[in-house]
């Protein structure tokens, strides 16, 4: 069965959800649009030693003000098997634009299978259909783990791991980060309300290739980014 990768205006069937949520732009925008689809939403994120886990308190503000379950899954001893990744270990994060060249230092080895295969044995846990996970095409070429035949590939894997199948839906799979802020305004989202910055610090940096991309897609849209930044 392939991922779905449906226009996100589309209603599906309600139904309970579990959306990863990271607390950052793309993850914030599924979560409400689970919502703006009617289901029955809980949230999982995940503290996995990423520098910027700031994100997660973004996650929890917002969960508590929507009233969405929400649950924090601390797996930071996963470092003691996974190197490497400036996101986690003591490298300098890349700055300068959002592109395979200097962003392969960021990539976590394996981060996306193993949220996933938590999320899905969540989702058993509490019977619920779906687990939305916010891939989008900006990633394709830097990270393995967002690309739609892997995407598809843990689908149809995720429908055979349990007696109760449960299906992986990546609204955005193959739209830009452009597309998912244009999908965000339009049901009047506030995205002061996210973190994005690799930099844990008190404001974004402004220059890392996370930030670079998120400042092109408001600039996209001829607006101007909410978030404070150094």
Known sequence: ????????????????????????????????????????????????????????????????????????????????????SSLTDDIDIPEGD???????????????????????????????????YGAHSGDHDIYPDCRPEFVEAMNAVSQLANYEPVEIHSPYLVQSKADILADGLRMGLDYSQTWTCYNGRDKACGKCSACRERLAAFAAHGITDPLEYE
């Open 1 to 84: 069965m392939m991922a779905q990768n449906s226009n996100p205006a589309t209603k599906p069937q309600q139904q309970t959800v579990v959306v990863i949520y990271s607390g950052g732009m793309d993850s914030f925008t599924v979560l409400n649009r689970a919502i703006a689809d009617g289901h029955q939403v809980h949230a999982v994120s995940f503290h996995y030693g990423q520098r910027h886990h700031r994100e997660l308190e973004s996650a929890k503000t917002v969960c508590a003000q929507l009233g969405v379950p929400h649950k924090v899954v601390d797996i930071r001893s996963i470092n003691t098997l996974l190197a490497g």
């Open 98 to 132: 959002y592109a395979t060249s200097n962003m392969t230092s960021t990539v976590v080895p394996n981060r996306n299978m193993i949220l996933l295969s938590l999320a899905i044995g969540y989702a058993v846990s509490i019977k619920a259909g779906k687990v939305y």
